[in-house]
């Protein structure tokens, strides 16, 4: 069971992290149309919004009591009211202070539940759940439903021996409980992923697995008179990972709808013959389920669906999709709008609520719940404006980057950036059920970003493409002026005093900057700077040998197979081997990695079914990556990792693991290179765009003070060197202070304590400034040329084929490829 439910995580963390997420999908021909070009008239669609920030919970400290951290999350809205918990502890005692008999972890539990009246936005009352909870309960969860608050709480029951599960029932506003529910483990309780409600119908939806790595889902309706029926859901050669969305075709039916690693499956429920059948999946050929968030039910058939660029009515028996709002379509930031989901909706008026995290280490920073209201308006009033679309995989955005394209929204007169994500269904052939190494991770990342590239680069080139292209730089097809502006142009001769200029250099291929890494990641090999090749940022691939096997003890830090590899060093060096538009593989240069990889790497990366479970002995030191495989055992502190960090605290989190080793290395090369730059986002403008002086005219916003500085405190990597430097101070603070206990106070590897916690200064960083000067190289591989190159250099690393006869074949089908582009 360990490794299955490790095996789900990782599965699915792919179908998030990949630009798209199932199999099975229309083409170009069956995406929306770009929206670029055309005229905002007064009746295009614009939402007024009222947002409100819900007061946060008054908590009355207890006595003598230091409270250790608290957070708020949203339990639930219904007609009247909006309910609001506050989650936390106060400081507990250190573990040679604690009688394990006597003490009771409820005394330290903070759980407070907030209940606001939604017409005035005033507290109605505030329920403290700890009163009267069993000794070391523990509070799972908490809802507002029917207008009752239901808290479920689960403890040991020590004269019984069991796990024991209770739902309490509260008046929001007398504070009463008004019912208690004991419920046996294993046979009445059900952990619901999702609730759907229909009327008179509550349908919950439960994630089943087994030890041989099947999965399928359980459906379960409810009645308002408690009657619950269950259904199992299990689809042909294909395992079920989500239930995003279910229709109501008729009184007692229902249909299911499930995503899979073989695409997307339906199911019809029949309450009435009380049984659930696989419908046709072609029948609902015309429904993409992928990108569905929270639903809310309208009339019969027809469902209102957030997803990430917006909210979408779904009419099952019309056979019709359509974006009834977009996140662009009101002032409100479309990073608030992501963190929240939809209450109450209809064609004219949605209600959205949730909480918003902030991403900083600074001492202002909080966490706040919002409830937003928006209403269609009579008139828009952008109306003029020429649209700018700009396409983002996913739909995300950054808060900073969102609240830029407000801006930019705003100051223009002439023109207005329209958010869209209309590549979210393109069809890579992926299996997920099929993944089971970092190496077959990275050849489904290669080909999605093929298929990607292909799509888009289609689309630029027939005049159907978007205008502005953000986070899109693993798709290194399209550096190419067929496809993309020469950002030159637009963000000018950099002051190397006040920006990293190597950065932006590390972008440029053949001198042309197509891509902007408005702020990055880097990646690398963490370790002691003493271990460094002669270059001191990196290693020959002579010298990364002699640390493999010396230091390494031949365990190298790089979990991939052959193929993998060689494709990983080849993108890092890609400089040397694609010039103007031309490949060549004949380099020595070439040779010389083609030699290091079949000499030193395994044929396979290791695979996910050997990850290190608790009960598996492991003795964390050397090191194999960031993850812990069966039968690692060392006899000498853990020295390396092959990582990659995007902020000052994520690199810190790190030294401290690897007590203080500081330097991030490049991985092998022949010339010892330092580590690459891997945008967190990056911008790039479309060379068939009308209206490139437009787009430029955004990309010179992103490089502003104002933006450079808001996103370099979501702890990013930026280009401005003053925003880096003034928010470091920030970051030292908090993790010399309490808030790096969780990170810094104990051995991750271990548990046990840290004898000497390190202590951050200016020092180090001094030492991320080191590091990212060392950058000479973006990593921007073309995704074509990767595959191309997985499936021919096997032949030699397996002694098939000498290495001439490989390139020979390798380079031809490359330049073919580069040819056909023009």
């Keep these: 069971m360990k490794n299955s439910v490790k095996i789900l995580s990782l599965v699915l963390a792919v179908s998030v992290a990949l630009p798209m997420a199932a199999c099975n999908k229309k083409g170009s021909k069956g995406r929306e149309k770009s929206r670029s070009g055309q005229k905002i008239t007064a009746d295009s669609p614009w939402f007024e919004s009222e947002t409100v920030t819900l007061p946060p919970s008054k908590l009355e400290t207890k006595k003598g009591m230091k409270v250790d951290n608290t957070y708020q999350m949203l339990a639930g809205v219904d007609e009247n009211y909006i309910a609001v918990c506050t989650n936390g502890n106060y400081k507990m005692p250190s573990g040679n202070n604690i009688d394990l008999e006597k003490f009771d972890y409820n005394e330290y539990l903070i759980y407070l539940v907030t209940v606001i ?112 029926k269950s259904f199992e859901l299990k689809a042909d050669k294909a395992n079920l ?110 209600v959205i609520c949730g909480e918003k995290y902030q991403n900083s280490y600074s001492q202002d920073a909080k966490q706040e719940i919002y409830v937003i209201t928006l209403t269609r308006a009579a008139t828009n009033p952008h109306a003029g404006k020429t649209i700018l679309e700009l396409y983002t995989p996913g739909g995300y955005i950054a808060e900073s980057i969102a609240d830029a394209i407000t801006e930019y929204n705003n100051k223009s007169s002439t023109h207005f950036i329209e958010v869209h994500d209309r590549y979210s269904n393109v069809d890579a052939g992926i299996n997920y059920s099929n993944l089971n190494s970092d190496d077959d991770y990275q050849k489904a990342n290669i080909k999605v970003n093929a298929a990607m590239s292909n799509e888009l680069a289609m689309d630029i080139l027939n005049g159907e493409g978007p205008d502005i292209l953000l986070n899109c730089s693993s798709f290194g097809q399209l550096n190419n002026t067929n496809y993309l502006v020469d950002l030159n142009k637009y963000v000018g001769e950099l002051d190397p005093d006040k920006y990293f200029t190597n950065i932006v250099d590390a972008a440029k291929i053949d001198g042309k900057l197509y891509q902007l890494p408005v702020c990055y990641l880097i990646s690398g090999i963490l370790t002691d700077a003493k271990y460094a090749g002669k270059s001191g ?41 694609t010039v103007d538009g031309k490949i060549d593989f004949t380099s020595p240069e070439f040779a010389e990695l083609a030699e290091f990889v079949k000499n030193n790497v395994p044929e396979k990366a290791r695979s996910w079914n050997d990850f290190a479970g608790n009960d598996d002995d492991v003795v964390y030191a050397t090191a194999v990556g960031i993850t812990a495989f069966k039968g690692d055992t060392y006899d000498k502190e853990k020295v390396a990792e092959y990582t990659s960090f995007y902020g000052l605290g994520g690199y810190f989190v790190q030294i401290a693991q690897l007590n203080g080793a500081s330097a991030l290395l490049g991985i092998p090369s022949t010339d010892g290179r330092g580590p690459l730059v891997e945008p967190a986002f990056s911008v790039a403008v479309s060379a068939q765009s009308k209206n490139v002086d437009a787009c430029g005219e955004f990309v010179k916003m992103l490089m502003s003070d104002e933006v450079q500085t808001s996103i370099a405190k979501t702890d990013e990597l930026v280009l401005n060197r003053k925003a880096f430097r003034d928010y470091s101070k920030d970051v030292i603070e908090y993790f010399n202070g309490e808030g790096g206990d969780p990170y810094l106070a104990y051995d991750m590897n271990t548990g046990e304590p840290k004898k000497n916690r390190i202590k951050f200064s200016d020092k180090n960083v001094d030492d991320v400034e080191k590091i990212i000067l060392s950058v000479s190289r973006m990593n921007t591989s073309d995704a074509s040329i990767s595959m191309i190159l997985v499936e021919e250099m096997p032949a030699y690393f397996s002694g098939q084929k000498d290495l001439n006869a490989v390139i020979t074949i390798a380079q031809d089908r490359a330049q073919k490829v580069l040819a056909e582009r023009g």
């Design 241 to 350: 990972y989500d239930v995003p969305v279910v229709f109501q075709l008729g009184e007692d039916k229902f249909l299911v709808a499930a995503t899979s690693d073989d695409g997307k499956r339906f199911f019809e429920v029949d309450l009435q013959a009380g049984k659930a059948s696989e419908a046709d999946a072609k029948k609902y050929d015309w429904l993409d389920i992928d990108q569905i968030g929270t639903t809310v039910a309208g009339a019969e058939g027809v469902v209102y669906a957030s997803t990430n660029t917006g909210i979408k009515k779904i009419d099952i028996k019309k056979k019709t999709t359509e974006e009834i709002f977009n996140d662009s379509w009101c002032s409100v930031s479309r990073s608030l709008l992501g963190y929240c989901q939809l209450v109450e909706c209809s064609d004219d008026t949605f």
């Design 537 to 577: 940022v990196g290693f020959t691939t002579a010298e990364y040998e002699k640390f493999l096997k010396e230091t390494l003890n031949g365990k190298d830090v790089i979990n991939l197979g052959q193929a993998v590899y060689f494709t990983t060093l080849f993108a890092a060096m890609s400089d040397k081997f």
């Design 117 to 228: 009246d939604r017409k005035t936005n005033e507290t109605v009352n505030t329920i403290d759940l700890t009163t009267d909870l069993p000794r070391n309960s523990n509070i799972d969860r908490v809802t507002l439903t029917d207008g009752k608050i239901k808290a479920h709480t689960s403890f040991y029951d020590e004269n019984k021996d069991q796990m024991k599960m209770v739902d309490t029932y509260y008046d929001p506003v007398t504070g009463k409980v008004t019912d208690k529910k004991e419920i046996i483990y294993d046979e009445d309780y059900h952990y619901y992923e999702r609730t759907f409600e229909y009327g008179s119908y509550t349908i919950g939806t439960e994630l089943n697995w087994t030890d041989n790595n099947q999965y399928s889902y359980s459906v379960y309706v409810t009645k308002d008179d408690g009657e619950t």
